[in-house]
Every structure is written in structure tokens, then in C-alpha cells.
T-cell receptor, first 114, second 110 residues
Framework: GAGVSQTPSNKVTEKGKYVELRCDPISGHTALYWYRQSLGQGPEFLIYFQGTGAADDSGLPNDRFFAVRPEGSVSTLKIQRTERGDSAVYLC????????????FGPGTRLLVL | DAKTTQPPSMDCAEGRAANLPCNHSTISGNEYVYWYRQIHSQGPQYIIHGLKNNETNEMASLIITEDRKSSTLILPHATLRDTAVYYCIVKPNSGYALNFGKGTSLLVTP
């Protein structure tokens, strides 16, 4: 079946602008995760959803970052007042149910803040 | 969560076995060893995971030492498409966040 998809694949924005990044998980997966990967580093955990609710948002770097998953499927990561340091690849993953199973990743969204 | 240590880079000739080591000396009894890889400009790809027994699937084998303080991922016949960064991750069964670290950059050469 279809894997995790993310849109857009690339996003260029200016400092101070607002951006939204979208993730479509694998159909039937109730757990969804966002990670951020800076150049030369491994992915870092941002937030975990179980269904519609954020079960753990401890990885979000500050209050400019927010994520939603209103119907328990598609999720949107929102970044307000973007800064150049927000430039990174934003990765989404999903897993079947409890959050303890294998996570399957999407291709990521490459965000560049000028 | 337990920390892992991997060599930053390794080379392997095409067709030969690639053996990627990982140290996790502080691993706890309920923590699993996961391996993911990331090919350039793609998202991480799950390879294999295990608790204490050796595991094998269509992609690779995972050998975990008896004391569980280290493991080795084996790609039995490496191809050029196996060139990627390989991440060894220790995760408790009750946890969900994957702590990737920097991984091992494997270069498979013709």
C-alpha cells in the first residue's frame, strides 16, 4: 500500500513568515510522529500523536512550533515567525497503534528559511 | 534511554558482507535494538530490530551479544544501493521516540 507522504517536498520562505507542513500517514496507522533533521545530524523527535491528541510534544523547540491532527489521520506542523535556524528537513512517521511498533517514515519536507 | 556508539564511517566492497558494529553498554533489560538506514535525500528506512535473540529478515541479520552490550548489523551481500547512513537505536518497549544519533556512513564501492 501507499507509504507516508509529505507535502510540500521543498519549501522556501523568508524569515518571519508562517509555514505549514503536511503529513499523510499510512492508512490505518493511529500513531504519528514528527522529527526534524538538521544538516549532518540524525533526526530529532518533535512530537507524537496517538489518534487526535498530542501524547508527547516535549521535543518541540519553542512555542513557535505547533502541530495538529484534527481527525486522527492527516497532521499539519505549523511554524510561526520562522527563523533561519528553522531550516532543516522535517520528517513524519507513522506506526500501527500504540506507538511502540516500527515507525515508517515519509520522504520529508526540506524547509529553507532565507 | 541507553546511548549507542557507532563508527562514523565504513567502506565495503560490492558483493562482500558489510558488518556494522554498535555499542550500547548501558542497555536495559526492556530495551530493544533497532536499525534504520537513510539513503541520501530520503526518509529513514526500517531494517530490523531485536531484543536478545539474533534476528534475520530479507534485508539483513542482527547479531546481539549475549550480554546485550553490543550488536552487529550484517548486510550479507552489499550492493551500491546499500550506500547510506545506518543508525543503531536503543528504545524501551514502552517508549516511542527514536533517538537516532549520528549513525555510520557506509560507502559501498564497485
Amino acid at each position: 500500500g501507499a507509504g507516508v507522504s509529505q507535502t510540500p517536498s521543498n519549501k522556501v520562505t523568508e524569515k518571519g513568515k508562517y509555514v505549514e507542513l503536511r503529513c499523510d500517514p499510512i492508512s490505518g496507522h493511529t500513531a504519528l510522529y514528527w522529527y526534524r533533521q538538521s544538516l549532518g545530524q540524525g533526526p530529532e523527535f518533535l512530537i507524537y500523536f496517538q489518534g487526535t491528541g498530542a501524547a508527547d510534544d516535549s521535543g518541540l523547540p519553542n512555542d513557535r512550533f505547533f502541530a495538529v491532527r484534527p481527525e486522527g489521520s492527516v497532521s499539519t506542523l505549523k511554524i510561526q515567525r520562522t527563523e533561519r535556524g528553522d531550516s532543516a528537513v522535517y520528517l513524519c512517521a507513522s506506526s500501527l497503534g500504540t506507538g511502540q511498533e516500527t515507525q515508517y517514515f515519509g520522504p520529508g519536507t526540506r524547509l529553507l528559511v532565507l | 534511554d541507553a546511548k549507542t556508539t557507532q563508527p562514523p564511517s565504513m567502506d565495503c566492497a560490492e558483493g562482500r558482507a558489510a558488518n556494522l558494529p554498535c555499542n550500547h553498554s548501558t542497555i536495559s533489560g526492556n530495551e530493544y535494538v533497532y536499525w534504520y538506514r537513510q539513503i541520501h535525500s530520503q526518509g529513514p528506512q526500517y531494517i530490523i530490530h531485536g531484543l536478545k535473540n539474533n534476528e534475520t529478515n530479507e534485508m539483513a541479520s542482527l547479531i546481539i551479544t549475549e550480554d546485550r552490550k553490543s550488536s552487529t548489523l550484517i548486510l550479507p551481500h552489499a550492493t551500491l544501493r546499500d550506500t547510506a547512513v545506518y543508525y543503531c537505536i536503543v528504545k524501551p518497549n514502552s517508549g516511542y521516540a527514536l533517538n537516532f544519533g549520528k549513525g555510520t556512513s557506509l560507502l559501498v564501492t564497485p
